[in-house]
């Protein structure tokens, strides 16, 4: 017993290894795809919501009802199509004008890290939907952001502006989180929805570095910095921060406080931005209250009504994946269920002794 147990561990380990390194080299790979991805062309997906929505009631419909019922409403339907068609016959032989197309609505997802990386996808998106939309259409976008960069974010928000420059109106969803960064793109929309517990707000500027200069003297290091131009580095991890500096990095950070303050106040003219621009968040209701938000609610309530008065298009840009890239993620999610499975097996075999 004694050697299986031996022989158990050392067949864990070795297992073990070999996952690690196939992950590892999986890993590179896809790494090494990912770089290559700007180059490599992509295609918009487009989903209508409207069609997915009847393949749920469709679904629960053939579940729930008995076979009679389902042809009952099978027979309503066609006799309801027959109308609606009877109709638009006797319309178009009275001479009146063909019945315009439903509006539209697109839909669009934004989730931002901290560079705001989906901005490259969402650009593409929304110059898509401009070749197509009217004034009379709308564009959703359910976005979820606790902020980040300010010069990414400013991309984002501008992507967005391009949609109201154009008189289409914008609605932006928070489900969860829009804070800071993702807020300055939240204030752009015609209206935005918040779920009761998203939290909103967060009008303030951060930054934070970690400074190694008293370790470095500590060690008898020296550290050298040269510079053109007085304010051309302000403070830094390795170098002694002067009051000086120090005082001119907090006059950079105030100043694009303002410049986020009145950003905000310019597309949220009712908001009080002396009482909100204090770095603060709220919640759902909290952010209403405080006007920073029209309305309370999900964004599935909101595309589901959407969709009983338009057509409800999801619009998504996608990377084409190379076959590298793809067998990169394969190799990688395949081992890494493998090692799963084998610790979870050896954790139940070692409970089950115990």
């Not at 069609?51 to 053939?62: C, F, P, R, V």
């Not at 050298?224 to 950070?253: C, I, P, S, W």
Request: charged fraction near 30%; aromatic fraction near 8%.
């Amino acid at each position: 017993m004694e050697f299986i147990a031996d022989y158990g561990s050392f067949l864990l380990k070795t297992v073990t290894l070999v996952v690690a390194i196939l992950i590892v080299v999986g890993g590179v790979i896809a790494l090494g795809s990912r770089q290559k991805k700007g180059s490599s062309e992509g295609e918009l997906k487009i989903l209508k919501l409207n069609e997915q929505l009847d393949d749920y009631k469709d679904q629960l419909e053939s579940e729930l009802n008995s076979e009679a019922a389902l042809k009952q409403l099978a027979k309503e339907r066609k006799k309801e199509e027959k109308a609606k068609q009877k109709a638009e016959k006797k319309a178009a032989s009275a001479g009146a004008e063909p019945k315009q197309d439903k509006k539209r609505v697109y839909v669009l997802d934004f989730d931002g890290d901290i560079k705001a990386s989906d901005v490259d996808l969402m650009r593409r998106e929304i110059t898509a939907i401009l070749t197509m939309a009217s004034k009379e259409d709308e564009v959703v976008v359910r976005l979820e952001s606790g902020g980040g960069m300010v010069h990414s974010y400013g991309l984002a928000a501008s992507q967005l502006k391009r949609i109201r420059d154009r008189g289409i109106q914008l609605t932006v969803c928070i489900d969860k989180v829009a804070a800071s960064g993702g807020y300055m793109m939240a204030c752009l929309a015609d209206r935005v929805v918040a779920a009761p517990f998203a939290i909103v707000g967060s009008i303030g500027v951060v930054a934070q570095l970690p400074n190694f200069n008293k370790l470095l003297k500590k060690n008898d290091v020296d550290f050298e910095l040269f510079t053109a131009g007085e304010y051309k580095r302000t403070v830094t991890m390795f170098g002694e921060n002067t009051d000086k500096a120090k005082e001119k990095f907090q006059a950079d950070l105030n100043e694009t406080h303002v410049l986020f303050k009145e950003h905000v106040k310019q597309f949220r003219p009712r908001v009080d931005i002396d009482a909100v621009a204090t770095g603060d968040i709220w919640y759902g209701q909290q952010a209403l209250d405080q006007k920073l938000i029209d309305e309370v609610g999900t964004s599935d309530d909101y595309l589901v009504n959407a969709c009983e008065r338009a057509d409800v298009y999801s619009v998504s840009y996608e990377y084409r994946r190379s076959l590298q890239e793809r067998m990169g993620f394969a190799v990688q999610s395949a081992f890494e269920g493998a090692l799963t499975r084998v610790l979870t097996a050896v954790q139940n075999q070692m409970q089950s002794k115990g």
